[in-house]
């Protein structure tokens, strides 16, 4: 194996391929021209771009000779791709695995499918697109489709699932995208969902190879719990049989939904609908919604991309919230389709997922991972476009370093208590508090990215967002606090708070009361990459204690002014009290320095509490413990990226945001740094400015850097899921018994009429039972444990028959067959 790695990194060091330890195997999966330079004899011979209204098929489904080509569809739910036509290899469409019933040269085969695929993959956006079509008549709420890897090793092909990855950060183990879909008690009707995948350029590093289970589950209620990121057709479950709904929210019954954040959106002018409503009421929505609405206007026009970020400047006003929004890459001059249904889909959703019929796992193997051979056939998963998945990776985390900074502060309340005695007192009640202030300086390490050189695509121009989170604590207090009552806060969830140089956004977890506020966009050619800021952090009590003092209003004899005294205090010090108290509150003449001239007794609060707990129960904090609270940064990438293959094309807009990691910094480390408004201020004013500007700090990683980076035991460890850390020769075996335990029972001849034959492929065999549900023959312990059974059929009448039995890890499954 060191041998075998050793010249695999040889290879790396001399490619003409930039940025990829990964050569590209120029493989083209398109029918009318395939290509595969590593496997000449294994290539793909089925044409799914056919104008033909039919696909052939080899099915246990009736009709079992043909289905509707899902491409020349009129069903609702594929338009998007029957009317576009959102399926053409020129358009950077390639067929990754399906299975009809025929392998990859067309033959049939002998255990027909009963629920068939296809998954293509569009490698100029990264998307994945599965189509499905269950064999069922029975009634369903949905169908849950998960896309997730098998045990072994893992890419970080599947980190849109959650937070964008660099490529150096610690992956989340066994990640997985999910989504519903629309169940038909049709034979003839498909569904589909779309994928954005995730670049790794170390997916063929090392000698393991890896793979993805394609799992669906028929749904038989409506209840959910899921969490990630989420994409593709979206659908509502409602309760009861066969009863859904594409509407384009979520699971109704789900009990903690961010509607906003959710919607599919089938066109430009449905997405600009859609994030109008989002923005209506933020500070700067007059320019964010219009430049939305315009976004169609911009893609269409297809010398938009052309023109690098002549353009983006405004596209960027309509983007620098929303996360994962892509498209692009056609051939023609026709607009530009965005696929923006990955927008914004953070979720948390609760429940409980109900299914009642499992479905069969499909084994994928990764393309581009090595060792692929040794999983034979389509059926078996080995890819027919055998190349790295994914478009673009940011190779290392951005670090923010921060410093903390203390203030304390002293806030005065005057407040009225009535005691047991029932003789009202005023007391002022001075409360400590210490304001944690942070300052924030983005690392000035370089931060380097690779493109995939399979997708064919070249960075021409990007832009770079910074993006602020933080807390919002007018609507994080009711929260907190709810015994409280809470009079003049700000707890709309359309709207942020004013952060220095930043533009308002919207939520992103209305629990938590988070929001994201983004910062003017800037060149990735002119990103110096050391800003620096300060932001409030936390705001505490310094004790548990709080300092109070009496005092009581008095008239001297002969005059008619009133004045106040202190009570019990010769010194008219403040005492220290065991008392809870949260915040200060808005008050009037309770500033600092006390005075008590001009005090009226109107000017104490009443404390409904009635104790000296000093609390009242009744409050407005005052606006220092309202201002915003920074929790988090984000980055995000605006790229325009150019086709190589095809000049003439419509450029890809990719759109993509990471996380930034919070450092504090360390003994000595410099603080200072640029001035991010200016910066972009001063971008804004230099459309003419120099790629070569030596401050460009967002560079293409080498790929001496990459090979590095790959090799690294902490590259491998991270990604080796505790199911499975073996050696080649171990994981070649363990691959071929998953494919044996995947197997189902192989029947023939198929109808039958007198006898069945059946190969049980490790299989138990349980019974046999006819249309009515009754039990027509039944299997004994030694008998169906048997490799080969002959079944006695001749008795049994004409119709269709389910076998059931169980398979290598005891899960109960069944066949259909047809007796004549």
Known sequence: MKKIYLLLLLNCFVSNYSQSVCEPNEISTDALSPVNPNQPDYINQFDWTTDNSYYNINSQCTPNTFTPNPFQSNQLELLPLSLSK??????????????????????????????????????????????????????????????????????????????????????????????????????????????KLNYDPCTCSFDETSRLFLYTELISNSSVELTGKITGIISSITQGQGSTSSDGNFWKSATNINNKMMSAHKSVTNFADKYQKIYKDLAD????????????SFLNNNNFMKAGLKALPYVSEGVKFLSGLFGGGASGNQPIQLAPMSVNLDVQISGTISTQDPMHNQTIGLPGSINNNILPGTIGGQPLYNETLGVFSLINTPVMHYK?????????????????SRIKE?????????????????????????????????????????????????ITYPKKYPTFIFNSLDNDLNNGLAILGTNTGPSTDSDNGIFQNAFKPIGINNFKNDYSFEFLYDVSRTSNEVKTRQISQYKPVGSFTKKWQCTNSTNCEFQKIQGSRIY????????????????????????????????????????????????????KFVLNLKRTDNPNAQNVLYVVTYPVELKEAPSGYNMNGSDYIADAIQYAHQPDFNPTNPTNKVIPVTQSELATICSSTTYKAN?????????ESDFKTNIEKTNNENLEPKIFPVPVKDKLNVITNNCKIISIINSFGQIVKEFSENTSNDNEITIDTSHLSKGIYIMNYLDSNSDLKTIKFIIQ
């Not at 990640?175 to 498909?190: G, I, V």
């Not at 390490?445 to 602020?468: F, G, T």
């Not at 609060?605 to 609390?615: A, G, R």
């Open 426 to 474: 005023y007391w002022e009640v001075l409360s400590d508090y210490k304001f944690t202030n942070r300052i924030y300086k983005l690392s000035g390490e370089n931060l380097k990215y690779a493109i995939n050189p399979a997708s064919n695509l070249i960075l021409q121009d990007a832009e770079i967002i910074l993006l602020v989170e933080y807390e919002k604590p007018s």
């Open 285 to 296: 929505g007059g320019i964010t919604i219009g430049a939305i609405n315009n976004i169609g």
């Open 719 to 727: 990604r080796i899921s505790s199911a499975s850390r073996k050696r």
């Open 86 to 195: 959102d399926m053409m290899p020129e358009d950077g469409w390639e067929m990754i695995a399906y299975n009809l019933g025929y392998d990859n040269n067309n033959i049939p085969l002998a255990a027909k499918p009963e629920h068939t695929y296809i998954m293509l993959y569009n490698k100029y956006t990264g998307m994945l697109r599965i189509l499905v079509k269950w064999c069922r008549n029975t009634n369903y709420n949905g169908a849950l489709l998960t896309l997730k890897f098998a045990p072994g090793f893992q890419t970080n092909l599947l980190d849109m699932a959650n937070d964008e990855k660099a490529l150096d950060a610690t992956h989340i183990a066994n990640p997985s995208l999910s989504t519903t879909l629309k169940f038909y008690n049709d034979n003839n009707y498909w569904a589909y969902a779309d994928f």
């Open 404 to 420: 903390e900074s203390f203030t304390s502060k002293s806030f005065l309340n005057r407040e009225t208590i009535v005691p047991s």
């Open 584 to 635: 200060s509150y808005v008050q009037s003449k309770a500033d600092l320095p006390i005075t008590w001239s001009n005090l009226l007794t109107s000017d104490f609060k009443s404390n409904i509490n009635n104790s000296l707990s000093f609390l009242p129960q009744v409050t407005t904090p005052r606006p220092e413990f309202l201002a915003p609270r920074v929790k988090n940064f984000k980055l």
